[in-house]
């Protein structure tokens, strides 16, 4: 059973910075694809970065490219997710998780992903 566990969220002012840590356990990341989701209150989760494991490729949805960096560590098996220039439409709850993958396929459905973090709270506001 790998478990997951997010930490880095908190209360931040608009334009700036946190880095999330997605920590795991009980398994190797270095074959599983990771993403990182968010949940806004009232809001479905979406998706907002990922990283494949062969090459590290990543993804970003369109509304952070430019902003956040996905990368991963596998030596220490934890991803983090930088996020830069925040704004309070970046407030939810972020989730990392992950799905068994040896090449650079990165799934984009949620319900595709075998494990996933309790979750940390970002907030961005003044």
């Known amino acids: 059973q790998v478990q997951l566990v997010e930490s880095g969220g908190g209360l931040v002012q608009p334009g700036g910075s946190l880095r999330l840590s997605c920590e795991a356990s009980?398994?190797?990341?270095?074959?599983?694809?990771i993403g990182w989701f968010r949940q806004a209150p009232g809001k479905e989760r979406e998706g907002v970065s990922r990283?494949?494991?062969?090459?590290?490729?990543?993804y970003y949805t369109n509304s952070v490219k430019g902003r956040f960096t996905i990368s991963r560590d596998n030596a220490k098996n934890t991803v983090y997710l930088q996020m830069n220039s925040l704004k309070p439409e970046d407030t939810a709850v972020y989730y990392c998780?992950?799905?068994?993958?040896?090449?650079?396929?990165?799934?984009?459905?949620?319900?595709?992903?075998?494990?996933w973090g309790q979750g940390t709270q970002v907030t961005v506001s003044s």
């Open positions: 990283i494949s494991s062969r090459h590290s490729r990543t």
């Open positions: 998780a992950i799905a068994w993958s040896n090449t650079d396929w990165t799934p984009q459905s949620i319900d595709e992903y075998d494990y």
């Open positions: 009980g398994d190797r990341l270095d074959y599983y694809a």
